[in-house]
């Protein structure tokens, strides 16, 4: 981790996921600025926050155990997204340590925000400069989306639907898909139906509204949760499938962008009122 922090590189391995060069300076520059205080001020929780954070995402605590990965804390995931919490942490701490100490300047912080970007802007391009260096990173296309989905070790396992023994249900499918084309929240295909319920290699979600056309025609009994499977006459068939937001993702959007609105809005009452 430390060597990648120093070549300024990210990759799609756990062991080496890092914040960054100046991200894990002001963390070191906390945790020192934490012995050296004796008085306590708002920005050592943040601090004190972030440098725990920074521990739990080692693999020096025993999280590969499978009491922890199958429990609900294995949801999180941990070392990748837990970093986002310790730079939040971080920005917090570091903002608070220096109104209260009056330890900065502009040119400082314009030096340090520009070499920050400038870094940030080189390690995500050398990451997508330097294709196929992972077995799990493709550049899918309508073209060989199909093949990457269903032939791939990483491609078929992500997100599939299993059935409570843990096969992986649409690898048993009977019926292949044909000159694929796809978008965010549409694809259409084509499949040469041979058997009379077909079991179309597509993950159906819960919670997930699809409207399924067969030839024009829109279907309406289908089980989600489960790959996508029709009854179809024995021919070729033109099927087209669209995912469409449900009421509980337009209530929250709603919440979000009002909650910003919101936060904006105090934010420059306070700093021009006040």
């Not at 070392?79 to 608070?96: D, H, K, N, P, Q």
Request: aromatic content about 12%; glycine content about 6%.
């Amino acid at each position: 981790m430390v060597t990648n922090v120093l070549n300024n590189s990210i990759q799609d391995k756990s062991e080496v996921f890092n914040i960054g060069l100046i991200g894990l300076g002001i963390l070191l520059f906390l945790l020192i600025q934490l012995f050296r205080h004796q008085k306590l001020q708002s920005w050592n929780g943040w601090g004190l926050l972030a440098i725990v954070l920074f521990i739990l995402t080692t693999a020096w605590l025993p999280f590969q155990k499978p009491w922890v990965i199958n429990s609900i804390f294995g949801n999180i995931q941990f070392l990748g997204r837990i970093l986002s919490l310790i730079i939040l942490s971080l920005v917090i701490a570091i903002t608070l340590y220096l109104t209260q100490n009056h330890k900065y300047n502009v040119f400082m912080l314009t030096f340090t925000s520009v070499l920050l970007i400038v870094m940030g802007i080189g390690s995500v391009s050398q990451f997508h400069w330097k294709k196929n260096d992972d077995p799990i990173r493709y550049y899918v296309n309508n073209k060989n989306l199909v093949a990457t989905a269903h032939t791939e070790g990483y491609g078929f396992k992500d997100y599939a639907v299993a059935n409570s023994k843990g096969d992986i249900l649409y690898l048993r499918a009977n019926t292949p898909i044909k000159k694929y084309k796809g978008t965010g929240d549409e694809a259409t295909f084509v499949v040469n139906a041979s058997h009379r319920r077909a079991t179309i290699p597509i993950n159906l979600y819960k919670n997930v509204e699809y409207q399924i056309y067969v030839d024009g025609k829109k279907i309406k009994q289908f089980k989600c949760a489960k790959i996508l499977s029709l009854s179809l006459s024995r021919r070729n068939h033109k099927i087209k499938l669209i995912a469409k937001a449900g009421l509980s993702e337009y209530i929250t959007m709603l919440i979000s962008v009002v909650s910003m609105v919101i936060c904006s809005g105090l934010l420059l009452r306070r700093r021009y009122i006040h």
